[in-house]
């Protein structure tokens, strides 16, 4: 997503913050407009070095204004953090904080989790600016020609006090803390604070109602009877106010009794609001107030919500005698709480339908904006509040956005999935406008997979194949992207064309494959059958190519590198790859779309970090990954000595805090659990300071294991190379490797007694139309089931010959290596079928290594030669991710390359998806430094742009198939793979 689209809509979180931001797109436009002046006939570059004064002075302003914003929010944020702090000691000393019901605790901890939420709005609004900063720098010096991102941002931008985390830090340090504490106080708890042992908390457990030592934060008090006074009233009040057989007398003695406390009126006031949202009759709440004790006006000194709030919130009694009570002593329907809601919205948060029209006639503004940027009908929609949306519109609510950039309710509608408000709101045709996304109704519909809603919107005539204002695409790119199949089929049948080209001239059926959607690929390449799509060169312009005066792609440069000094003419040859040697290699990938979920939404972060360490192996470099993760931050990956004692803690922590907020640990017997399998999956708790759990963490786990025997020496033996570079018509890599020739493809099985063979299939006919995996037999009952005659291998020099003699029958892999001429080039295709995936890759590099060293004592003893290097040129691949990791991470000698099975079976679970998502097979064969891939031709003729977007990414790519493709220099058939002398990526 291009960086404007993206803070344009990050700014709708925080709406308050809005006009506060880098205005980036004006200093883009700005960028612009100072090249313009040069376009017709001038320099570009010289002429915007000649307007740097222009441009830094429009910048320099804008740092200005969101250092002022940030200096005003931080003094805000100060004062309320010390309001709370000194309640919450008051709270403490009085003894009021002793349980979760309580009045006072009740009232503290909402306000210290406001107080998180407003603290993370600003750390977002520092961090999409600080990103701004960057990108807006970046573009002026890919127009310019110069080097003044790093110094300006060092020297002007980053020592600017927004940009400093220690204040910011410190107050989260004392939400997280407080929060901690009341949590602690209310189960009874003793929190020991000690501020020189940094997120260190001791609990210890201490009676309720006595507890032995105040924490620093609190002064030391023992607990009075008068602290709990509040509650014990409000608790009486309620139990008898709400009793079945309660009388007006009952209720005027209770009052009396009132009467005579200490700060009666704001006490009853206090009481009289928190009992609005309880089951407490009416009756009793108006003789209440009768008792001349109720401050109709007052509000709540923490959230700020008034009588009408309390009310409106109410859905355990009717409160309308209650409202129509407050209103005609003139309490005003326009009051906010300290999110900025009025009453209405509390009414429509709260599906009390029955109240809008009173709250509307008596003044209530319909289309009053919260500090979220929500209007009362915005609540109604998302919560599925269909016959208030009606009303509310019957009311005067709009349509459309009520402010710059706001929320659309109909897009809105859409993405929540809203069927009856979206009819409702397209019955009173709203303005056809694009998000701050740049989206239509239509594409977030279907981007979220909605079918009905598509239909819907299709009926009151969308466009089917209208573009979005993010990457030109249509509603059918979002499906094809997102993998909607019903999606998909509703638009096809609506005359979505598929031949369009986004901006990227990419077709929908690249990102079904991109993304790996097997169904809507399937059908959207039935219909590229009959279609022709425009020819995509896959070759792309150069910089040095692109004319000065283009500029149209300047949105665009947000996706090339920093400036640097040309590539060398001779391009780096690398050999061979990183490989374990006495090393274990451990991967760990974060699971599920949200591997970290906690328990309730008040633990919920909305934004932080998890950091990973251990404690006992000082060699992990400690790393640390946003929660909001992207598919990159997923994996973490260690090269360890051993797994005896290896422990890993993750800690997750605020964006800004050093307090721990949830921790775990992953301790040494889930590493042991992989000695006989090599892929786990693990859910583990997440615990609190005081061992509570508040959440879990799921990931994955895969171990490899270093070679059991003795590798191949580097000295002695080749290993295969290659060599990376960019060509001078494209950004793409260009690999150069020592693969090349054509390669006889053996399928490889290991046999339960552990003996590598070759065969045909992974399965074989044992009589009876049965037939059994190989993995299950032992060699000398597969020699009674199979054919292991074979003419004189020694004579067969030709790939295809070799693949045509072995393919009818089953050999022990050594006899085949023995026998082969020395010449024959070998595709040894893995199959697993076991559980222990490290002893079963050993003993096929048993038999490798063991030929490749006999091949080695022969051609010395034949030649003369005291240390010839020539081998038997071998490539190994398998359909089998794990396959080829252990594969690759095991040895350095021999290249391998993971075999994709685009298209071949239905959609895949998660496990599969690495076999058919083009993207992340790429990711995974980078990640694992594999030197190619193998993909379907068919696909590849089918969308020429995967060739680009493989190559691009330094990786070998083999077509796989009869049909030749362009781009393309390897291929593979049932019998050989056929690599170039030069192998371009």
């Known amino acids: 997503m291009k960086f404007g689209k993206y803070l344009a809509k990050r700014q709708l979180e925080v709406p308050e913050y809005g006009n506060y931001f880098i205005n980036y797109k004006a200093l883009k ?99 999409l600016n600080a990103t701004g900063f960057s990108k807006v720098l970046k573009k002026w010096d890919k127009r310019s020609k110069q080097q003044t991102k790093e110094l300006y941002l060092s020297r002007a931008v980053e020592v600017q006090p927004v940009f400093h985390r220690d204040i910011l830090a410190r107050l989260s340090d004392q939400a997280s803390s407080s929060i901690l504490e009341l949590e602690a106080w209310a189960d009874g708890d003793v929190i020991f604070d000690d501020s020189r042992r940094g997120s260190e908390i001791q609990a210890a457990t201490a009676p309720a109602t006595a507890p032995a030592t105040a924490p620093v934060t609190a002064p030391v008090a023992p607990v009075t009877a008068p602290g709990a006074k509040d509650d014990d009233l409000y608790y009486e009040f309620v ?143 998302i919560n599925q509040y269909s016959d208030c949306v009606r009303d509310l519109i019957s009311m005067g609510a709009s349509v459309d956005a009520v402010s710059d950039n706001g929320y659309i309710p109909l897009n809105l509608a859409c993405q929540y999935g809203v069927y009856d408000a979206s009819e409702i709101i397209l019955q009173n045709k709203p303005r056809h406008e694009p998000d701050a996304e740049g989206l239509f109704a239509l594409h977030i519909a279907a981007r979220a997979g909605h079918s009905s809603l598509v239909s819907l919107l299709l009926k009151y005539d969308a466009d089917v194949n209208e573009l979005d204002k993010l990457n030109r695409w249509t509603a059918l790119f979002h499906a094809a992207n997102e993998g909607h199949e019903q999606v998909l089929e509703t638009l096809l049948s609506a005359g979505a064309r598929t031949d369009i080209l986004d901006e990227e001239r990419h077709s929908a059926l690249y990102y079904a494959a991109w993304e790996g959607h097997v169904k809507c690929m399937h059908r959207l390449a039935d219909l590229e059958a009959t279609v022709k799509l425009q020819e995509v060169d896959i070759d792309m312009k150069s910089p040095v190519d692109v004319q000065i005066n283009d500029l149209s792609g300047l949105d665009e440069l947000d996706g ?25 290699f451990v991967l760990i990938t974060l699971a599920g779309s949200t591997p970290v979920k906690f328990v309730s939404e008040e633990a919920t972060l909305s934004s932080g970090q998890l950091r990973i360490s251990s404690k006992n192996d000082h060699s992990v470099i400690p790393r640390s990954v946003p929660l909001a993760m992207s598919d990159t931050d997923r994996a973490m990956s260690f090269q360890l000595d051993s797994l005896d004692d290896f422990a890993l803690d993750f800690e997750i922590f605020p964006t800004f805090g050093t307090r721990i907020i949830a921790k775990t640990a992953a301790l040494p017997y889930i590493w042991r659990a992989t000695l ?62 020592s693969v090349s020739g054509q390669y006889a493809r053996l399928t490889i099985c290991v046999t339960s007694d552990g003996v590598p063979v070759v065969t045909p299939s992974w399965k074989v006919d044992v009589g009876h139309g049965i037939r059994v995996g190989v993995n299950t037999l032992t060699y000398e009952e ?204």
Request: glycine letters at 4%; charged letters at 20%; aromatic letters at 8%.
């Open 29 to 127: 436009k700005l960028i612009k407009s100072l090249s313009n002046q040069a376009a017709a006939g001038g320099n570009v570059e010289q002429a915007l070095r000649d307007n740097k004064a222009t441009f830094f002075f429009r910048l320099e302003r804008e740092l200005e204004k969101v250092n002022s914003f940030y200096l005003q929010k931080e003094a805000e944020l100060k004062l309320r953090i010390d309001i709370l702090m000194e309640k919450k000691a008051d709270a403490y000393a009085s003894g009021s904080l002793t349980s979760s019901t309580s009045v006072s605790y009740i009232s503290l901890y909402e306000g210290f989790q406001r107080f998180r939420r407003d603290l993370s709005k600003l750390e977002q609004f520092i961090e």
């Open 239 to 381: 139990e008898t106010a709400s009793a079945e057989n309660v009388t007006t007398a009952d209720i005027s003695e209770w009052v009396e009794v009132l009467k005579k406390v200490r700060d009666a009126k704001s006490r009853v006031t206090r009481i009289f609001l928190l009992s609005i949202s309880t089951s407490a009759s009416n009756a009793a709440l108006l003789a209440l107030y009768e008792s001349g004790l109720v401050d109709l006006n007052a509000s709540d000194a923490l959230n700020g919500r008034n009588v009408l709030h309390e009310a409106a919130m109410a859905t355990a009694v009717d409160r309308t005698a209650i409202l129509e009570l407050a209103v005609s002593q003139g309490v005003s329907l326009l009051a906010r709480d300290f999110y900025g809601r009025t009453p209405l919205h509390y009414a429509c948060l709260h599906n009390q339908r029955k109240l809008l029209k009173m709250f509307v006639d008596q003044g209530a503004e319909v289309n009053a904006l919260d500090k979220d940027n929500f209007t009362p009908l915005l609540y109604s929609v």
């Open 560 to 584: 090339i590198p920093d400036l640097s000094l040309p590539p060398p003419i001779l391009p780096f040859r690398r050999y061979g790859h990183n490989f374990l040697d006495q090393k274990i």
């Open 676 to 737: 006989t399998q090599f892929h786990q999956s693990y859910t583990l708790p997440l615990f609190d300071m005081r061992l509570h759990t508040i959440g879990e963490m799921s990931f994955d786990v895969q171990v490899v294991r270093p070679y059991k025997g003795t590798p191949l020496e580097i000295t002695k033996y080749d290993t295969y190379w290659k060599s990376t570079g960019t060509s001078q018509q494209s950004l793409s890599f260009v690999t150069a490797s």
């Open 782 to 985: 597969l020699k009674k089931c199979t054919n292991g005659v074979v003419s004189d291998l020694s004579t067969v020099s030709d790939p295809v010959e070799v693949h045509r003699v072995l393919s009818n029958s089953t050999l022990p892999l050594a006899e085949v290596l023995k026998l082969l001429p020395i010449t024959v080039k070998l595709d040894l295709n893995v199959i697993f079928a076991a559980s222990d995936l490290n002893h079963y890759v050993d003993t096929v590099l048993d038999v490798l290594f063991a030929h490749a060293r006999d091949t080695h004592d022969t051609n010395r003893m034949s030649n003369g030669d005291p240390a010839p290097r020539a081998t038997r040129s071998i490539i190994l691949s398998s359909v089998n991710p794990d396959v080829c990791t252990a594969l690759n991470w095991k040895q350095p000698n021999y290249p391998v390359f993971f075999v994709m099975r685009n298209g071949t079976f239905n959609e895949p679970t998660d496990l599969d998806r690495v076999s058919v998502s083009v993207k992340e097979a790429v990711l995974f064969a980078n990640g694992n430094n594999m030197l190619g891939l193998v993909c379907d031709a068919r696909l590849l003729n089918l969308v020429p742009a995967l060739v680009e977007s493989i190559c691009s990414s330094g990786l070998v790519l083999v077509s796989d198939g009869e049909h030749e493709c362009k781009g393309v220099k390897a291929m593979r058939n049932e019998s050989v793979v056929e690599f170039h002398n030069s192998i371009d990526v």
